[in-house]
Protein backbone atom coordinates (compact mmCIF):
# COMPACT_ATOMS: atom_id res chain seq x y z
CA UNK A 1 0.00 0.00 0.00
CA UNK A 2 1.30 3.52 -0.64
CA UNK A 3 1.54 6.14 1.66
CA UNK A 4 0.44 9.07 1.22
CA UNK A 5 2.42 12.42 1.60
CA UNK A 6 -0.33 14.91 0.72
CA UNK A 7 0.40 18.66 0.23
CA UNK A 8 -2.79 20.36 -0.32
CA UNK A 9 -1.69 23.68 -1.40
CA UNK A 10 -5.47 25.63 -0.40
CA UNK A 11 -4.80 29.25 0.32
CA UNK A 12 -3.95 31.36 -2.16
CA UNK A 13 -0.29 32.37 -0.65
CA UNK A 14 0.63 36.43 0.09
CA UNK A 15 2.87 37.94 -2.42
CA UNK A 16 5.17 36.82 -0.36
CA UNK A 17 8.68 37.97 -1.74
CA UNK A 18 10.75 35.73 -3.77
CA UNK A 19 14.36 37.07 -2.28
CA UNK A 20 14.84 35.20 0.57
CA UNK A 21 17.18 33.84 2.93
CA UNK A 22 18.19 31.58 5.56
CA UNK A 23 17.45 33.84 8.05
CA UNK A 24 14.19 34.81 6.84
CA UNK A 25 12.19 36.81 4.60
CA UNK A 26 13.47 40.00 4.19
CA UNK A 27 10.95 43.47 3.82
CA UNK A 28 12.66 44.94 0.86
CA UNK A 29 13.70 43.31 -2.30
CA UNK A 30 13.97 43.44 -6.33
CA UNK A 31 11.87 41.70 -8.31
CA UNK A 32 10.28 37.56 -8.35
CA UNK A 33 7.52 35.67 -8.33
CA UNK A 34 4.91 35.64 -11.24
CA UNK A 35 1.57 37.55 -11.06
CA UNK A 36 -1.59 35.16 -10.71
CA UNK A 37 -5.08 36.27 -10.99
CA UNK A 38 -7.24 37.66 -7.92
CA UNK A 39 -8.88 35.31 -5.65
CA UNK A 40 -12.32 36.95 -6.86
CA UNK A 41 -11.14 35.75 -10.51
CA UNK A 42 -10.09 32.11 -9.84
CA UNK A 43 -12.68 30.94 -8.03
CA UNK A 44 -14.93 31.59 -11.57
CA UNK A 45 -15.76 28.18 -12.69
CA UNK A 46 -12.86 25.90 -15.08
CA UNK A 47 -13.60 26.84 -18.54
CA UNK A 48 -14.02 23.87 -21.60
CA UNK A 49 -13.01 23.65 -24.79
CA UNK A 50 -15.08 23.39 -27.43
CA UNK A 51 -15.60 19.53 -27.47
CA UNK A 52 -16.02 19.55 -23.69
CA UNK A 53 -12.72 18.23 -22.15
CA UNK A 54 -11.07 20.72 -19.61
CA UNK A 55 -9.17 23.65 -20.61
CA UNK A 56 -5.81 23.31 -19.14
CA UNK A 57 -3.85 25.47 -21.33
CA UNK A 58 -2.49 28.82 -18.51
CA UNK A 59 -0.14 29.95 -18.61
CA UNK A 60 0.65 28.36 -14.79
CA UNK A 61 3.07 29.99 -12.09
CA UNK A 62 4.33 26.80 -9.90
CA UNK A 63 6.06 28.46 -7.82
CA UNK A 64 4.00 30.76 -6.12
CA UNK A 65 5.12 29.27 -2.58
CA UNK A 66 7.94 30.72 -0.51
CA UNK A 67 9.53 29.65 2.27
CA UNK A 68 12.89 30.46 4.24
CA UNK A 69 15.84 29.38 2.34
CA UNK A 70 14.15 27.31 0.15
CA UNK A 71 13.27 29.64 -2.69
CA UNK A 72 9.77 28.80 -4.47
CA UNK A 73 7.77 26.08 -5.11
CA UNK A 74 3.56 25.07 -5.46
CA UNK A 75 3.53 23.43 -8.65
CA UNK A 76 6.63 20.57 -8.36
CA UNK A 77 9.88 20.34 -6.38
CA UNK A 78 12.10 23.32 -6.83
CA UNK A 79 15.27 23.54 -4.22
CA UNK A 80 14.40 21.01 -1.31
CA UNK A 81 11.88 17.97 -2.43
CA UNK A 82 12.03 17.20 0.84
CA UNK A 83 10.17 20.86 1.57
CA UNK A 84 8.73 20.99 -1.09
CA UNK A 85 6.34 18.00 -0.79
CA UNK A 86 5.78 19.01 2.68
CA UNK A 87 8.06 16.43 4.63
CA UNK A 88 9.60 17.08 7.89
CA UNK A 89 13.27 17.77 8.08
CA UNK A 90 14.88 14.13 7.87
CA UNK A 91 12.26 12.53 6.30
CA UNK A 92 12.78 11.73 2.86
CA UNK A 93 15.81 10.01 4.14
CA UNK A 94 13.35 7.50 5.53
CA UNK A 95 11.95 6.76 1.93
CA UNK A 96 15.38 6.76 0.21
CA UNK A 97 17.43 3.56 -0.45
CA UNK A 98 20.54 3.74 1.49
CA UNK A 99 22.98 3.73 -1.24
CA UNK A 100 20.32 7.15 -2.82
CA UNK A 101 20.60 8.54 0.77
CA UNK A 102 23.99 8.80 1.07
CA UNK A 103 24.01 9.82 -2.72
CA UNK A 104 21.67 13.04 -2.17
CA UNK A 105 23.68 13.86 1.17
CA UNK A 106 27.51 13.49 -1.32
CA UNK A 107 26.19 15.85 -4.03
CA UNK A 108 26.66 19.37 -4.52
CA UNK A 109 24.96 22.33 -5.73
CA UNK A 110 26.73 23.48 -7.91
CA UNK A 111 27.27 20.34 -9.67
CA UNK A 112 23.77 19.70 -10.46
CA UNK A 113 22.87 19.26 -13.81
CA UNK A 114 19.97 22.12 -13.84
CA UNK A 115 23.34 24.70 -12.88
CA UNK A 116 24.78 23.28 -16.92
CA UNK A 117 21.72 24.36 -18.36
CA UNK A 118 19.97 20.74 -18.96
CA UNK A 119 16.63 19.93 -18.39
CA UNK A 120 15.49 20.06 -14.78
CA UNK A 121 13.44 17.14 -15.54
CA UNK A 122 9.87 15.94 -13.89
CA UNK A 123 8.62 16.69 -10.84
CA UNK A 124 10.81 19.88 -11.04
CA UNK A 125 9.79 23.32 -11.47
CA UNK A 126 11.50 26.49 -10.83
CA UNK A 127 9.92 30.44 -11.15
CA UNK A 128 8.88 29.97 -14.76
CA UNK A 129 5.60 29.46 -16.29
CA UNK A 130 4.03 26.49 -17.47
CA UNK A 131 1.69 26.30 -20.13
CA UNK A 132 -0.38 23.18 -21.67
CA UNK A 133 -1.50 22.72 -24.82
CA UNK A 134 -3.95 20.07 -25.92
CA UNK A 135 -3.48 19.53 -29.48
CA UNK A 136 -5.66 18.09 -32.04
CA UNK A 137 -6.18 16.74 -35.32
CA UNK A 138 -9.12 15.57 -37.86
CA UNK A 139 -9.09 12.39 -35.27
CA UNK A 140 -9.48 14.88 -31.91
CA UNK A 141 -7.30 15.30 -29.40
CA UNK A 142 -3.84 13.81 -30.57
CA UNK A 143 -0.63 15.24 -28.47
CA UNK A 144 -0.85 17.36 -25.59
CA UNK A 145 2.46 19.13 -25.04
CA UNK A 146 3.69 20.78 -21.58
CA UNK A 147 5.67 23.42 -22.12
CA UNK A 148 8.15 25.50 -19.31
CA UNK A 149 9.73 28.58 -19.62
CA UNK A 150 13.14 27.54 -19.04
CA UNK A 151 13.64 26.10 -22.63
CA UNK A 152 16.51 24.41 -23.76
CA UNK A 153 16.54 23.31 -20.07
CA UNK A 154 13.36 22.35 -19.76
CA UNK A 155 12.39 21.61 -23.29
CA UNK A 156 8.84 20.11 -24.18
CA UNK A 157 7.00 17.01 -22.76
CA UNK A 158 4.70 15.37 -25.50
CA UNK A 159 2.13 13.30 -23.99
CA UNK A 160 0.57 11.26 -26.67
CA UNK A 161 -3.10 10.84 -26.05
CA UNK A 162 -4.01 8.87 -29.29
CA UNK A 163 -4.33 5.18 -27.25
CA UNK A 164 -0.90 4.21 -28.29
CA UNK A 165 1.38 2.35 -25.48
CA UNK A 166 4.71 2.70 -23.96
CA UNK A 167 6.93 1.76 -26.59
CA UNK A 168 8.93 -2.00 -26.13
CA UNK A 169 12.09 -1.83 -23.62
CA UNK A 170 13.97 -2.33 -27.23
CA UNK A 171 12.70 0.91 -28.10
CA UNK A 172 12.33 2.97 -24.94
CA UNK A 173 15.50 4.72 -24.50
CA UNK A 174 16.46 6.37 -21.74
CA UNK A 175 15.87 10.56 -22.00
CA UNK A 176 15.18 13.44 -19.80
CA UNK A 177 11.59 13.45 -19.54
CA UNK A 178 10.92 10.10 -20.80
CA UNK A 179 7.89 8.38 -22.39
CA UNK A 180 4.56 9.61 -22.11
CA UNK A 181 1.08 8.65 -22.58
CA UNK A 182 -2.40 10.06 -21.42
CA UNK A 183 -5.84 9.82 -21.18
CA UNK A 184 -8.95 11.52 -20.09
CA UNK A 185 -9.99 9.96 -16.69
CA UNK A 186 -13.47 12.44 -16.74
CA UNK A 187 -12.15 15.98 -16.08
CA UNK A 188 -9.21 14.21 -15.03
CA UNK A 189 -5.90 14.23 -17.58
CA UNK A 190 -3.91 11.17 -16.81
CA UNK A 191 -0.03 11.34 -17.79
CA UNK A 192 1.91 7.87 -17.47
CA UNK A 193 5.62 8.20 -17.96
CA UNK A 194 8.83 5.77 -18.10
CA UNK A 195 11.85 5.44 -19.76
CA UNK A 196 13.72 8.71 -17.58
CA UNK A 197 16.96 8.97 -17.68
CA UNK A 198 18.74 8.97 -13.85
CA UNK A 199 20.81 12.08 -15.47
CA UNK A 200 18.71 15.07 -13.59
CA UNK A 201 18.09 15.94 -10.07
CA UNK A 202 14.95 15.78 -8.55
CA UNK A 203 15.39 18.40 -6.67
CA UNK A 204 18.60 21.50 -5.73
CA UNK A 205 19.89 18.97 -3.10
CA UNK A 206 20.61 16.02 -5.28
CA UNK A 207 17.96 13.66 -4.50
CA UNK A 208 18.73 11.01 -7.26
CA UNK A 209 16.01 8.49 -8.86
CA UNK A 210 17.26 5.70 -11.51
CA UNK A 211 15.81 4.46 -15.09
CA UNK A 212 12.93 2.52 -13.19
CA UNK A 213 11.30 5.80 -12.29
CA UNK A 214 7.87 5.48 -13.47
CA UNK A 215 5.42 8.74 -12.83
CA UNK A 216 1.85 8.94 -12.74
CA UNK A 217 0.12 12.40 -13.42
CA UNK A 218 -3.20 13.20 -12.75
CA UNK A 219 -4.41 17.08 -13.41
CA UNK A 220 -7.88 18.70 -13.04
CA UNK A 221 -8.66 22.03 -13.18
CA UNK A 222 -11.06 22.50 -10.00
CA UNK A 223 -11.64 25.93 -10.54
CA UNK A 224 -10.59 29.31 -13.28
CA UNK A 225 -7.20 29.88 -11.35
CA UNK A 226 -6.08 26.66 -10.16
CA UNK A 227 -4.17 23.50 -11.93
CA UNK A 228 -4.29 20.40 -9.28
CA UNK A 229 -1.53 17.92 -10.03
CA UNK A 230 -1.78 14.66 -7.90
CA UNK A 231 1.36 13.39 -8.90
CA UNK A 232 2.74 9.72 -8.07
CA UNK A 233 6.39 8.57 -8.16
CA UNK A 234 7.58 4.48 -7.90
CA UNK A 235 11.38 4.64 -8.22
CA UNK A 236 11.82 0.84 -6.37
CA UNK A 237 15.68 1.75 -7.37
CA UNK A 238 15.82 4.63 -5.67
CA UNK A 239 12.78 4.81 -2.83
CA UNK A 240 11.57 2.07 -0.45
CA UNK A 241 8.18 2.80 -1.17
CA UNK A 242 5.90 4.78 -4.10
CA UNK A 243 5.12 8.86 -3.18
CA UNK A 244 2.11 10.65 -3.78
CA UNK A 245 2.16 14.03 -3.30
CA UNK A 246 -0.51 17.29 -4.38
CA UNK A 247 1.38 20.06 -6.20
CA UNK A 248 -0.88 23.13 -7.09
CA UNK A 249 -0.85 25.81 -10.27
CA UNK A 250 -2.22 29.21 -9.88
CA UNK A 251 -3.48 30.92 -13.32
CA UNK A 252 -0.91 33.58 -14.32
CA UNK A 253 -2.65 37.13 -14.42
CA UNK A 254 -4.05 37.84 -18.04
CA UNK A 255 -1.71 39.31 -20.60
CA UNK A 256 1.51 37.73 -19.14
CA UNK A 257 3.05 35.07 -21.10
CA UNK A 258 5.48 32.39 -21.33
CA UNK A 259 8.51 34.08 -22.78
CA UNK A 260 12.12 32.99 -24.68
CA UNK A 261 14.56 31.51 -22.04
CA UNK A 262 18.04 30.14 -23.60
CA UNK A 263 19.71 29.27 -20.69
CA UNK A 264 23.32 29.39 -22.18
CA UNK A 265 22.81 32.53 -24.15
CA UNK A 266 24.50 34.32 -20.54
CA UNK A 267 25.16 31.24 -18.40
CA UNK A 268 27.59 32.52 -16.10
CA UNK A 269 27.85 28.85 -14.67
CA UNK A 270 27.79 26.63 -17.06
CA UNK A 271 30.33 25.05 -19.41
CA UNK A 272 29.90 27.63 -21.90
CA UNK A 273 30.98 30.79 -20.07
CA UNK A 274 34.11 29.03 -19.54
CA UNK A 275 33.81 29.40 -15.77
CA UNK A 276 32.56 27.43 -12.94
CA UNK A 277 30.62 28.28 -9.89
CA UNK A 278 32.69 29.31 -6.89
CA UNK A 279 33.49 26.03 -4.23
CA UNK A 280 35.61 25.20 -1.52
CA UNK A 281 38.63 23.87 -3.66
CA UNK A 282 39.84 27.83 -3.86
CA UNK A 283 39.77 27.44 -8.21
CA UNK A 284 40.57 30.90 -8.22
CA UNK A 285 41.56 30.88 -11.83
CA UNK A 286 38.25 29.23 -13.30
CA UNK A 287 35.91 31.61 -11.14
CA UNK A 288 37.38 34.81 -12.40
CA UNK A 289 34.86 36.98 -15.23
CA UNK A 290 36.28 36.76 -18.56
CA UNK A 291 34.18 40.07 -19.66
CA UNK B 1 32.23 44.17 -22.39
CA UNK B 2 35.62 45.16 -21.27
CA UNK B 3 36.20 44.88 -18.31
CA UNK B 4 37.98 47.90 -15.96
CA UNK B 5 39.07 45.64 -12.81
CA UNK B 6 40.96 47.42 -10.45
CA UNK B 7 42.02 46.91 -6.91
CA UNK B 8 38.91 46.23 -4.59
CA UNK B 9 37.65 48.57 -2.23
CA UNK B 10 34.60 47.44 -0.97
CA UNK B 11 32.44 48.73 1.89
CA UNK B 12 31.73 45.73 4.06
CA UNK B 13 28.62 46.41 5.88
CA UNK B 14 27.14 44.30 8.88
CA UNK B 15 26.47 40.76 9.02
CA UNK B 16 22.79 40.34 9.60
CA UNK B 17 19.55 41.77 8.74
CA UNK B 18 20.91 40.90 4.88
CA UNK B 19 18.71 41.41 1.65
CA UNK B 20 19.45 38.30 0.17
CA UNK B 21 17.79 36.71 -3.25
CA UNK B 22 17.77 33.54 -4.07
CA UNK B 23 18.74 32.92 -7.19
CA UNK B 24 16.57 30.39 -9.75
CA UNK B 25 18.97 28.85 -11.51
CA UNK B 26 21.93 28.06 -9.17
CA UNK B 27 22.04 28.33 -5.10
CA UNK B 28 22.68 31.73 -3.31
CA UNK B 29 25.01 30.42 -0.62
CA UNK B 30 26.69 28.20 -3.83
CA UNK B 31 27.99 31.62 -5.44
CA UNK B 32 27.69 34.72 -3.09
CA UNK B 33 28.82 35.31 0.58
CA UNK B 34 26.24 35.96 2.33
CA UNK B 35 27.64 37.17 5.23
CA UNK B 36 29.03 40.65 3.09
CA UNK B 37 27.09 43.06 1.70
CA UNK B 38 28.24 46.51 -0.12
CA UNK B 39 26.86 49.35 -0.29
CA UNK B 40 28.76 51.73 -3.41
CA UNK B 41 27.64 54.46 -6.07
CA UNK B 42 28.74 54.02 -9.52
CA UNK B 43 27.44 54.55 -13.23
CA UNK B 44 26.18 52.14 -15.29
CA UNK B 45 28.06 50.24 -17.92
CA UNK B 46 25.84 47.56 -19.38
CA UNK B 47 22.18 46.30 -18.81
CA UNK B 48 21.98 42.93 -19.81
CA UNK B 49 18.40 41.25 -20.15
CA UNK B 50 19.69 37.88 -21.09
CA UNK B 51 19.40 34.40 -19.58
CA UNK B 52 18.84 32.78 -17.48
CA UNK B 53 19.86 35.38 -15.33
CA UNK B 54 19.75 39.51 -16.45
CA UNK B 55 22.78 41.17 -15.03
CA UNK B 56 23.67 45.00 -14.31
CA UNK B 57 27.43 45.86 -15.02
CA UNK B 58 28.45 49.12 -12.72
CA UNK B 59 32.07 50.89 -13.00
CA UNK B 60 32.27 52.30 -9.22
CA UNK B 61 35.29 54.56 -8.76
CA UNK B 62 37.46 54.36 -5.51
CA UNK B 63 39.12 57.03 -3.48
CA UNK B 64 42.41 56.67 -5.94
CA UNK B 65 40.44 57.09 -9.22
CA UNK B 66 41.05 53.11 -9.58
CA UNK B 67 37.51 52.24 -11.65
CA UNK B 68 36.30 48.52 -10.88
CA UNK B 69 32.97 47.15 -13.04
CA UNK B 70 30.83 45.45 -10.96
CA UNK B 71 29.02 42.48 -12.84
CA UNK B 72 26.09 42.20 -10.67
CA UNK B 73 23.44 39.50 -11.19
CA UNK B 74 19.43 39.54 -10.53
CA UNK B 75 16.85 36.86 -11.45
CA UNK B 76 15.32 36.01 -14.82
CA UNK B 77 14.80 38.88 -17.24
CA UNK B 78 11.35 37.50 -17.88
CA UNK B 79 10.71 37.89 -14.30
CA UNK B 80 11.03 40.93 -14.06
CA UNK B 81 9.67 41.84 -17.04
CA UNK B 82 6.52 40.23 -16.28
CA UNK B 83 6.54 42.52 -13.08
CA UNK B 84 6.26 45.71 -15.86
CA UNK B 85 9.97 46.65 -15.62
CA UNK B 86 11.33 47.46 -19.02
CA UNK B 87 14.47 48.05 -21.19
CA UNK B 88 14.40 51.63 -20.30
CA UNK B 89 14.03 51.68 -16.30
CA UNK B 90 17.99 51.47 -16.46
CA UNK B 91 20.37 52.52 -19.51
CA UNK B 92 24.08 52.67 -19.78
CA UNK B 93 25.08 56.26 -17.75
CA UNK B 94 22.66 55.94 -15.07
CA UNK B 95 24.04 57.16 -11.84
CA UNK B 96 23.57 54.87 -9.56
CA UNK B 97 23.60 54.09 -5.99
CA UNK B 98 23.27 50.00 -5.34
CA UNK B 99 23.71 47.27 -2.80
CA UNK B 100 25.05 43.80 -3.77
CA UNK B 101 26.19 40.37 -2.08
CA UNK B 102 29.88 39.80 -3.21
CA UNK B 103 31.04 36.84 -5.14
CA UNK B 104 33.49 34.64 -2.83
CA UNK B 105 35.57 34.48 -5.17
CA UNK B 106 35.22 37.16 -7.29
CA UNK B 107 34.20 39.76 -4.77
CA UNK B 108 32.81 42.41 -7.76
CA UNK B 109 30.79 39.58 -9.32
CA UNK B 110 27.97 39.79 -7.29
CA UNK B 111 24.91 39.96 -6.54
CA UNK B 112 22.20 42.58 -6.38
CA UNK B 113 20.38 43.57 -3.88
CA UNK B 114 19.04 46.62 -4.30
CA UNK B 115 19.53 49.48 -7.12
CA UNK B 116 18.18 53.25 -7.72
CA UNK B 117 19.06 55.81 -9.47
CA UNK B 118 21.25 58.70 -7.72
CA UNK B 119 18.39 61.74 -7.03
CA UNK B 120 15.64 59.32 -7.60
CA UNK B 121 13.79 58.00 -4.46
CA UNK B 122 12.29 54.79 -6.41
CA UNK B 123 13.99 51.23 -5.95
CA UNK B 124 14.05 49.78 -9.15
CA UNK B 125 13.44 46.31 -10.55
CA UNK B 126 11.01 45.44 -7.60
CA UNK B 127 8.12 43.67 -6.99
CA UNK B 128 5.01 44.66 -8.38
CA UNK B 129 6.75 47.20 -11.09
CA UNK B 130 7.40 50.60 -11.40
CA UNK B 131 4.43 51.37 -9.65
CA UNK B 132 5.02 49.69 -6.72
CA UNK B 133 4.74 50.96 -3.17
CA UNK B 134 8.55 52.25 -2.72
CA UNK B 135 9.72 51.47 1.04
CA UNK B 136 12.50 53.93 0.84
CA UNK B 137 15.73 53.90 -1.45
CA UNK B 138 19.06 53.27 -1.40
CA UNK B 139 20.88 55.86 0.71
Redesign the interface.
Known amino acids: MRTLLVIQATIAGLALPLFLHSQGVVSSVPVGGTPTVSAKDAARPAPRLPDGKPDLSGPWDGCWKTAPGQGCFGGGTNNDMEADIGMKPGELDTVLQPWARELRHSRKEKDEPYVGCLPMGVPRINPYPTRIVESYTDKGMSHIFILHETGDAGAHRQVFMDGRKHPDDNDLFPSWFGHSIGWWDGDTLVVDTVGYNDKFWLDGKGTPHTEQMHTIERYTRPNFGTLRLDFTLDDPGAFTRPLEVTFTFKLMRPGLEMMEFICLEDNEYGGASGLTPADESGNKEKAGPKR | ?3 K ?1 GALMAVVLGL ?7 I ?5 D ?2 YD ?1 SKKVSLTGVVTKV ?1 W ?4 M ?1 V ?1 IDVTDKNGVVT ?1 W ?1 L ?4 P ?6 G ?1 GKNDLLPGDKVNFEATP ?4 A ?2 GA ?4 SKVGENR ?1 L ?3 GGPEAEQ ?2 SVK
Open positions: MKAVSYLTVPVAHHGFTEPSLNPHRYNNELTSNSVRRQWGKLVNRLSSIRFVREG
